[in-house]
Nanobody, 119 residues
Framework: QVQLVESGGGLVQPGGSLRLSCAASGFIFSIYAMNWYRQAPGKERELVASITAGGAITNYADSVKGRFTISRDNPKNTVYLQMNSLHSEDTAVYYC????????????WGQGTQVTVSS
């Protein structure tokens, strides 16, 4: 069955970095666009970053542009989110999402990984 498994979350100080990974299985990863969403307590889930199936095109929320980088390794069925210069406002549960159409929320979701930015 389809599985998306996130890892790499944790506690980090403001200004620090984390790299999230999402390992996919159960579908043809290389033909799916991938997204990272996040949800902070009391807030709606928001799109953070997207990448096309081939990896050539990416897009970012304004709040993370220049600090976060999405990438993928199709032979490894994995998508990454490199997060630098983290702020307390980046604290959230981060979710991996897969879909056939770039720029749209996909049907497949991971279970989420907690990122906490605090001193």
């Amino acid at each position: 069955q389809v599985q998306l498994v996130e890892s790499g979350g944790g506690l980090v100080q403001p200004g620090g970095s984390l790299r999230l990974s999402c390992a996919a299985s159960g579908f043809i990863f290389s033909i799916y666009a991938m997204n990272w969403y996040r949800q902070a307590p009391g807030k709606e889930r928001e799109l953070v970053a997207s990448i096309t199936a081939g990896g050539a095109i990416t897009n970012y929320a304004d709040s993370v542009k220049g600090r976060f980088t999405i990438s993928r390794d199709n032979p490894k069925n994995t998508v990454y989110l490199q997060m630098n210069s983290l702020h307390s406002e980046d604290t959230a549960v981060y979710y991996c999402n897969a879909g056939r159409s770039y720029g749209r929320m996909g049907d497949y979701w991971g279970q989420g990984t907690q990122v906490t930015v605090s001193s």
